[in-house]
């Protein structure tokens, strides 16, 4: 391949990288905003807060239950027309979830944002990794999850939109934006180019459902990844989840405070974490086919004795130092997962098994949430809860060491 050559395709491969950036922040924002529109949405459409709950709740079920097919549909599929159509009927669904007049009318649109969204992270991180083959793929990963967290960060801007207008407001805009971002990507968002398949070899098998699952689950390591995966979800939900309560009650804060060092700073440290996770693993793995195992595996050994302290003391400098360092390591298992889960499979399962991990990680993120104030309900402080974070994080880290890939990484 001629120098100019290489030169293109990875400005290509960058280009799609920024292009799915765009679209997983909105991804977050379109998902998020409405929990943050609460007395707005009941205002105009009365509602019990178990109702409201409900809400959320019917996306996470339908987002879970459905990931596992939606990468199936990745990797049987192109991969770029799944994330345009998937961008294309969320948003759709956002538009029409501002015409909404009524508690079911709004159960019915979130439970089709669930069933649409569901198909784009597979997609969008399996396209990634067609596009950044070796030395590029963890900060590759790594930018994509930071325009994830940065959607997460914004969607206070559904809240701040409604006040000063209507709570369906922010719904009508980013709905449009995203419908008009679908068509225009429709001429720039590609899928990666095949290799060509020599003479005499079989071409590629049709992708089947069940023959994915058995490839996957026969493989010990997906297994431990599958385990891996769910403990950091897990214990994800149990400190992102409840930090909030735990900045009000532990150190007597007001509600916008708390709600500052909970995601301001925590956020913040993700974003920069994901970033130097993806450029150390990267840097580590020319030297060492396993480098981008042991990156994340060693920022959760650091997370976990951050968790412990920050769960002792009575400082809140302390403590909000703490929560800052469990961030910024922890988000190396963001940036990575992917790029490892590439290291154990075959390339047309990578989708599938990135769908399996969304289906556990969702599952698991609703138990922690359900158990977290189960606990509480029976008296037990956040300060012992997070303790168990933390050897839930040893865990997850150890399920992660144990992992083998079966391949190094193609040049």
């Known amino acids: 391949m001629e120098v100019r050559d290489i030169k293109h395709t990875m400005s290509r491969a960058w280009l799609v990288v920024g292009l799915l950036f765009i679209i997983a922040m909105l991804n977050y924002i379109d998902r998020t905003m409405i929990t943050t529109m609460r007395t707005s949405i009941v205002t105009a459409i009365p509602m019990s807060d178990a109702q409201f709950g409900l809400l959320t709740a019917v996306f996470l079920w339908v987002y879970g239950l459905f990931s596992p097919l939606a990468g199936f549909f990745a990797d049987r599929f192109s991969k770029a027309k799944v994330i345009l159509i998937s961008l294309f009927i969320w948003s759709a669904v956002t538009w029409m979830t501002a015409y909404a007049t009524s508690f079911h009318e709004l159960l019915i649109t979130r439970a089709l944002m669930g069933l649409s969204e569901a198909c784009y992270i597979p997609a969008a991180l399996a ?47 980013f709905g449009v934006f995203g419908v008009v971002y679908a068509v225009l990507l429709l001429f720039l968002l590609k899928d990666a180019p095949k290799t060509t398949t020599p003479a005499g070899e079989k071409k590629q098998e049709v992708i089947k459902f069940s023959r994915a699952l058995k490839a996957l689950f026969r493989q010990r390591s997906f297994v431990l990844l599958v385990v891996f995966f769910a403990l950091v979800s897990l214990m994800t939900w149990l400190v992102i989840g409840w930090l909030p309560t735990y900045f009000q009650e532990k150190f007597h804060l007001s509600q916008t405070k708390a709600g500052i060092y909970s995601t301001g700073y925590v956020f913040t440290a993700a974003i920069f974490g994901v970033l130097t996770g993806g450029v150390l693993a990267d840097q580590w793995s020319r030297i060492h086919p396993r480098g981008r195992i042991w990156v994340p595996a060693i920022g959760l050994c650091i997370a976990a004795p951050a968790i412990f302290l920050a769960s002792y003391t009575g400082i809140l400098a302390v403590a909000i130092s703490c929560f800052v360092v469990y961030a910024f390591t922890k988000a190396f298992t963001d940036t ?76």
């Open 127 to 173: 396209l990634i990794m067609d596009y950044h083959k070796t030395t590029t793929r963890s900060l590759a990963n790594g930018i994509h999850m930071a325009g994830i967290m940065a959607g997460q960060s914004l969607g206070f801007v559904g809240g701040w939109i409604a006040e000063g207008h209507q709570w369906n407001t922010a719904f009508f805009a």
């Open 336 to 411: 990575n997962t992917m790029p490892v889960l590439s290291m154990l499979v075959d390339e047309k399962y990578r989708a599938t098994g990135y769908g399996i991990l969304n289906f556990c990680g969702t599952l698991v993120g609703g138990i922690a949430l359900y158990f977290g104030g189960a606990l509480r309900d029976a008296a037990i402080g956040l300060g012992t809860i997070y303790q168990c974070a933390a050897l839930l994080i040893l865990l997850a880290a150890a399920a992660l060491f144990s992992v083998r890939p079966q391949k190094e990484p193609r040049a």
